[in-house]
Structure formats: structure tokens, C-alpha cells
């Protein structure tokens, strides 16, 4: 299983990205996706997540401003990123929980990281 993050990239402030994370490889059940995000310095943190029934959470810096949505069709998350701020700039990471085969657990997997620079 696989995950690969794409969308970032340098914005000015009040701009917008959408960040994007597919998932491959032989599964059945995506239970769970989320986002994070390190900027330099700083530890990982969690910005948004979407459980399989649709219920979403996202951390107080960026509510209203980001949105979390999935398509299970082709096994991919998304993250829109609107009004962005310099405190954004960070390297965004997709998780997900992912079930390989019926009858087992579930287990984390991570994509690569995408840079997101918001400057002027």
C-alpha cells in the first residue's frame, strides 16, 4: 500500500491550494484519512481528519479555512486550503487507516510529504 501526496507549492497569503493523496496497492477498507502538517521546528501536527462515515475534525488554526473531503471511488483525499497564512507554511502529510484484508486490523500509512510555502 502506497500513499502520494501532491498539490503543494508556494501561495501568497489569503490564497488558496488543494492538496491531494491516492491511495494504491491491494486493500479493502480505507477506515479513516487525515492530514497533517511539521513546519520547521515544530512537532507534527494533526490539521484535519474524515472517518469512513463522514464525520471530520479539524484543528482550531485552520476551521473554516480548510475542508477535508474524499472520493472513494478512486481512493483519494483531499484537502482544500483557502485564505492560507504565513503559519501554514509547513510540510503537509496524508494518513490513512487502512485494512489490507478482512478480518484483520487496520494499520497507519503515510504519504511522502508536500511542501506548502505561503510568503509574499
Known amino acids: 500500500v502506497q500513499l502520494q501526496a501532491s498539490g503543494g507549492g508556494l501561495v501568497q497569503p489569503g490564497g488558496s491550494l488543494r492538496l491531494s493523496c491516492a491511495a494504491s496497492?491491494?486493500?479493502?477498507?480505507?477506515?479513516?484519512w487525515a492530514w497533517y502538517r511539521e513546519a520547521p521546528g515544530k512537532q507534527r501536527e494533526l490539521v484535519a481528519a474524515e472517518t469512513s462515515g463522514g464525520a471530520t475534525n479539524y484543528a482550531d488554526s485552520v476551521k473554516g479555512r480548510y475542508a477535508i473531503s474524499r472520493d472513494n471511488a478512486v481512493n483519494t483525499v483531499y484537502l482544500q486550503m483557502n485564505s492560507l497564512k504565513p503559519e501554514d507554511t509547513a510540510v503537509y502529510y496524508c494518513n490513512a487507516a487502512i485494512r489490507r484484508r478482512w478480518g484483520t486490523a487496520s494499520q497507519d500509512y503515510w504519504g511522502q510529504g508536500t511542501q506548502v510555502t505561503v510568503s509574499s
Open positions: 496497492g491491494t486493500f479493502v477498507w480505507i477506515a479513516g
